[in-house]
């Protein structure tokens, strides 16, 4: 469907900080690259904990991060072969999360039934996903295409940034071009407009008209000359838990929020730049670039976004009673798919960790679980 464009001033709901996501989706965790065979790790994907480990084989699997004995953290103990051992009574368990060894139990007598629960997950693009929902619904729902990752011709470099903030907040910052002014120290974007909108069932597509300038713009193919302003289209879009961002020829983002709890969230970002040089040159290249890239240029852009959302965050929690002025429509549009997906399973309650997590717990300060770059 087809939006106004025109900017008008909307009432934020204070409740939008406090919705849940929709778990029947793929979420990414963390990068392939952090667990290696016989490791165990753990994340937290909206208020579940869970521990990853990486059997002797090589195989993935992930599983609730307590011990159905005495609740002691999984990821504290150690994987033996295909297993992940509790490390205070040794009780072993399987890749589906069964019982298959109790050191000191009877070798005669039968296992007591007891099970750990476990979440699809799978590897592609670098990263770890996880379905947190429904199980049988897992094969039915896609990971994002990013077709730029097996293309020649693009430099890609990976970041991640943890936010102390609930994940609405960081959404609607990548939503809203509106915030160039943030970065004009580092030669970012000017005079943004608005030129089409449009809303889905699962998705807020947003083109942007916006100009750049500078020396840095023109290196990163942004700018033609770095003296002259260059204006460009930039399109943003919010497919259902996820972001595309295109500006074809030149650059795309996708970036991938993992949801923690109401006041912690962490994105997975993978930028891709269009670079014409040989392949062989970019492959010999690319980690000296990826290094400059993120060292002198992204993180420096989205540690300016970080300080934004999070100071965002304590006002809300200071004054959770206060109300808004949004004039951004894409905002407003990505609140309502944000909120009816919540909805819709809040409704249906199909998915076990919507019964898990029915209502979400006050607005404490959370302490970030996911494992480092």
């Known amino acids: 469907m087809e939006l106004a464009t025109t900017l008008t001033g909307h009432t934020v709901r204070a409740d939008i900080r406090q919705i849940g996501i929709n778990p029947n989706h793929w979420y990414a965790v963390g990068w392939v690259r952090d667990v290696k065979p016989n490791q ?41 072969g295909n297993h992940l051992m509790c490390r205070y009574h040794g009780w072993e368990f399987n890749g589906q999360g069964e019982c298959v060894r109790i050191p000191y139990w009877p070798p005669q007598q039968k296992l007591p039934c007891v099970q750990v629960r476990t979440y699809p ?49 960081c959404n609607e910052n990548t939503m809203d071009v509106f915030h160039g002014i943030l970065h004009q120290g580092l030669q970012g974007w000017f005079n943004p407009v608005l030129i089409s909108l449009q809303e889905t069932e699962t998705s807020v597509r947003a083109e942007y008209r916006v100009s750049y300038q500078g020396r840095l713009a023109s290196w990163l193919g942004l700018s033609d000359r770095s003296h002259q302003p260059t204006t460009r289209s930039i399109r943003i879009e919010y497919r259902y838990p996820h972001y595309r961002t295109h500006m074809p020829g030149i650059s795309a983002l996708y970036l991938m929020r993992l949801p ?21 040159l970019l ?49 407003i549009a990505l609140q309502r798919l944000m909120t009816r997906q919540y909805k819709q399973v809040e409704q249906g309650g199909s998915s076990p960790a919507t019964r898990e997590h029915k209502s979400p717990p006050k607005p404490v300060s959370a302490t970030e679980r996911t494992p480092s770059d």
């Open 260 to 280: 923690i709890g109401l006041t912690d969230s962490r994105s997975y970002t993978l930028f891709f730049f269009k670079v014409r040089l040989p392949p062989f």
């Open 283 to 331: 492959r010999w290249l690319q980690p000296g670039l990826q290094w400059l890239l993120n060292r002198f240029v992204l993180l420096r852009f989205i540690n300016q976004d970080k300080e934004m959302v999070e100071s965002e965050q304590r006002t809300h929690l200071t004054h959770p009673g206060q109300r808004y002025v949004e004039v951004n429509p894409a905002i």
């Open 40 to 80: 165990v790790i753990y994340v937290t994907l909206w208020q579940q904990e869970i521990a990853l480990y990486r059997d002797t084989s090589g195989q993935l699997h992930a599983l609730c991060d307590r011990c159905p004995h005495r609740g002691v953290e999984l990821h504290r103990g150690k994987v033996t």
């Open 121 to 169: 997950v799978q590897e592609k693009y670098g990263l770890i996903w996880v379905f947190p929902g429904d199980p049988s619904l897992a094969d039915d729902r896609q990971l994002p295409e990013i077709p730029e990752f097996s293309e020649p011709g693009w430099l890609m470099v990976p970041v991640s940034v943890c936010f102390q903030a609930h994940f609405t907040i």
